[in-house]
Structures are given as structure tokens and as C-alpha cells.
């Protein structure tokens, strides 16, 4: 933190933003005051304003100060009018704005130090609806998994057909956007890239449902999964250039290394003396491939959403991901050979309305936490559906787990739980550190 002292008169008044304390001299009124940057000021455009702390505190709850401060000059998914946006930001919209909003400052009688108490319970209280959000998703996600195991086995529903049911149902999406007086294919100029993105996810979506005729829905589930997390991490650093921390790479390493623990045979199958029937043995390799395939489609959707949060609703990629599916399942329907079995009985149509309502929902949560945090840990999150898919299978079938699959849920829920925690007890702790600077601040004489 710097200061800089410029005498100009007998009086003075301090200027506060997150970088830089100015203590200035001045000849209108008695006494120190605080003031925030207004336009005009000396030092204005060299520092964000305090109307942008707000933002600026959203940004380092995430800890996105770390990935956003060395930008390549030219990444594929950057926005190009990123720059012109922040630049637009820090403008000031005129005189009698700014002067207003400073007396409203002045005469609100808040100090600093609730301002930004104010500002990290806001901060904190977001943080906590995201994850909210995202605990809610995998819990939606492992019903669905569950769900869909109970449909095809039950009721003979193929995957593809439910995710084509899927797709048809949230159609009805498309009454947000036009509710709200937008453009359900995305604002001018980025229609083709949101386009990408929902041709990744039904894809990615095709791929994973495709896989569970080939093999469980298991070791479908976690190997999708793993696959996820561990290539948006990767592509999130290549195409936008986020990276993770140090902690959250441990975190995630963790979750990924219990995911691997599901993956691993069964007593019975690695010591089984039977011989491998090759037909069977190519099946499951194909199956093996489509879900990693799906999981890599899938980190490229996040990703590709991940650039574009800004300019796209939650609403408009649910519906741009339902109208994507609607025209590539029923070409994977045809390329796989794949009977469509209509659903003839009431229990059956229930089972595929709560199949939509836990897509709905899951779809949400995921996609409103790619909006604040980075796409590897939105993915890692989403780890508990595979832990909560088992609980619902052991549940209904009354089966013992083996020893690698009760240590590799443990090791998710505890790199999740673990994850949670770091995200959301830092940011109070350290919103707390801030007031406590800023009061030094204001309670001390700057000479």
C-alpha cells in the first residue's frame, strides 16, 4: 500500500481505493475526510474506482486476481470487447452522477469500514448461493443417473431415447429469453460460438448415454467425470488461460485420484479364470472411449460458456443445449441402431418428468457456478453425483461395495467437502483482514 502526500493548502483530505491510500491537501473544508476517486481528480484514471470494488471482490473471492492479471495477448475464446467493456466501466457518466453519488456516499454515514463489511457479506453470501447451487446440481445429477439405470432396466427405455425426451421437454425454456426480450440464439456476434457450445454439450451428452449400452452406468458416470475435470483444467488454461492455485490443484488431484479407485476390477474380474470373449472385450473398450470422449466434449462446453457468461443467459444455453440435442440424438439414435421404446405406462411418464426436472436443475446450478469459479472446479464439484448414484444403486439393490469403491468416495466427498471449505471460509477471513487495514487507515494521521 502506497501514500503520497501533496500539499496544496493548510487542509487535507484522504482518497481511499483497494490499491492506494493519497493524502491530499486542501483549502475547502476543515478536517480529514475520506473521498473516493471523482472524476477530475488527480490520480482518477490510475486506479479502478471505489464503485468497482464491489467487483473487485467478487474477483478475488475466486481467487481469479491470479489468472487475470497476465492475459495472453490473443486467446481463442477471449472476448474482443472485454477491454472496451472494463474501459466503458471506469468512464464517468457525467458530472451531476458523480456528484450525486458522492453526496449520497457522504450522506448515507457509513463509514469505510462497514462499506466494505457490507461488501464482504455480500461477497461471502454469493459465494455461499454458488455452492449452494452446485451441491444441489450433483445432488440432481446423481438422481439422474439413478433414474435413468431405473428406466432402462424397468421400463426397457434406451438412453438415447430419454435423453431425446429430455431434449423435446426443455423446449419450453425458450419462453424465458422471449419473456425477457432477448435473442434465444444468442446477442449479435457471438451466436456462433454459442452455437459451439451446445453442439459440445450435446455431444458431449450423446456420447455419455451412448456409453451406458456398452458398459454400467458407474464406471460410465466416473470415467465422464474424471475425464471432465482433468481436461478443463487443461483447456481452461490453454484456451482462456485460467489457472488453478496450489491448493486447488491438490484438492482436485485428490478427487480425481478417488475417482480412480471406482475404476479399478473387481476381485472377481481380475482373477477370474474365464476366457475373454473378444466380441465382448471390443464393446467394452468402445463403451470405455465414449465416456472419456464425453467427458472431453464436455470440458470444451464448459470452457466455451465459460467465455461467454457475459453475454448469454443461463436460459438461453438451457435452450440452446435442448435444440442442439433434439437434432444430434436422433442422428446417434440412428447410428447406433438403437429401438425407441415408448414409455406406455403412468409410472413410466413420471420417471421421465422427474428425469427432467433433475436435467432442469442440475443444468442450472452447473452453469450459474460457471458464471464465478473455474470450470475445473465446477466439474469437481460435480464429483458427488457419482457417490450419490452408488448410495441410490446400494439402496435399491441391498448390495455390499467392495473395499476401492468405499475409499474412493470417501476420497470425493472429502476433496469436495474440503473444496467448499476453502472457497468459503477464506473470503470471510479475509474481508475481515481488509476492514481491519482500512480502519488503520482512518483511525491513524497521515503526515
Given at each position: 500500500m502506497e501514500s503520497t502526500h501533496l500539499l496544496s493548502g493548510p487542509k487535507k483530505r484522504v482518497k481511499i481505493h483497494p490499491h492506494t491510500v493519497t493524502a491530499k491537501y486542501t483549502t475547502q473544508q476543515p478536517g480529514i475526510h475520506t473521498h473516493f476517486p471523482q472524476p477530475g481528480d488527480e490520480g482518477y484514471d490510475d486506479a479502478p474506482s471505489f464503485e468497482d470494488f464491489g467487483s473487485f471482490v467478487e474477483e478475488t473471492s475466486d481467487r481469479k486476481q491470479l489468472t487475470e492479471s497476465r492475459k495472453w495477448p490473443l486467446t481463442m475464446f477471449g472476448s474482443k470487447d472485454k477491454n472496451k467493456d472494463a474501459s466503458h466501466k471506469l468512464q464517468p457518466t457525467g458530472g451531476e452522477v458523480?456528484?450525486?453519488g458522492t453526496k449520497a456516499a457522504k450522506g448515507s454515514g457509513k463509514g469505510v469500514g462497514e462499506q466494505l463489511a457490507s461488501f464482504g457479506e455480500a461477497s461471502v453470501s454469493a459465494s455461499r448461493?454458488?455452492?449452494l447451487g452446485l451441491l444441489g446440481a450433483a445432488l440432481a445429477h446423481g438422481c439422474l443417473i439413478a433414474l435413468t439405470?431405473?428406466?432402462?432396466e424397468r421400463f426397457g427405455l434406451g438412453p438415447l431415447f430419454i435423453l431425446l425426451v429430455r431434449s423435446i421437454v426443455q423446449l419450453l425454456s425458450l419462453a424465458?429469453?422471449?419473456?425477457?426480450?432477448?435473442?434465444p440464439f444468442g446477442p449479435k456476434g457471438y451466436r456462433l460460438?454459442?452455437?459451439c457450445y451446445g453442439v459440445a454439450y450435446s455431444l458431449s451428452l450423446c456420447c455419455a448415454y451412448s456409453s451406458l449400452t456398452f458398459i454400467s452406468s458407474g464406471n460410465g458416470a466416473a470415467t465422464w467425470r474424471l475425464a471432465t475435470t482433468a481436461l478443463s483444467a487443461t483447456l481452461a488454461f490453454l484456451l482462456l488461460e485460467e489457472r488453478l492455485g496450489l491448493t486447488d490443484?491438490?484438492?482436485?488431484?485428490v478427487g480425481l485420484c478417488g475417482l480412480g479407485l471406482l475404476l479399478l476390477p473387481t476381485t472377481d474380474e481380475s482373477f477370474s479364470n474365464s476366457p475373454v470373449d473378444p466380441v465382448a472385450f471390443w464393446k467394452g473398450a468402445f463403451g470405455w472411449s465414449l465416456s472419456a470422449l464425453a467427458g472431453l466434449w464436455m470440458a470444451l462446453a464448459l470452457v466455451g460458456y465459460r467465455s461467454l457468461k457475459d453475454r448469454v443467459g443461463v436460459s438461453t444455453a438451457l435452450f440452446t443445449v435442448s435444440w442442439t440435442g433434439c437434432l444430434l440424438t436422433p442422428a446417434t439414435l440412428v447410428l447406433l441402431h438403437e429401438g425407441c421404446s415408448w414409455p406406455l405406462s403412468a409410472p413410466a411418464w413420471g420417471l421421465i418428468l422427474g428425469l427432467v426436472v433433475c436435467s432442469v436443475a442440475a443444468f442450472l446450478g452447473m452453469t450459474h457456478g460457471l458464471t464465478r469459479l473455474h470450470p475445473a472446479l465446477v466439474s469437481a464439484s460435480q464429483s458427488l453425483e457419482v457417490t450419490i448414484a452408488m448410495l441410490l444403486h446400494l439402496a435399491m439393490l441391498s448390495s455390499v461395495p467392495a473395499a476401492p469403491e468405499v475409499v474412493g468416495n470417501v476420497m470425493i466427498v472429502l476433496s469436495v467437502g474440503w473444496l467448499v471449505a476453502l472457497k468459503l471460509l477464506p473470503s470471510r477471513v479475509g474481508g475481515r483482514h481488509q476492514r481491519?487495514?482500512?480502519?488503520?487507515?482512518?483511525e491513524s494521521p497521515i503526515k
Open positions: 458523480s456528484e450525486g448461493l454458488t455452492w439405470c431405473l428406466a432402462s424465458v429469453p422471449l419473456h425477457r426480450g432477448q435473442n460460438r454459442l452455437l490443484g491438490i484438492t482436485l488431484a481491519e487495514e482500512y480502519e488503520e487507515i482512518l
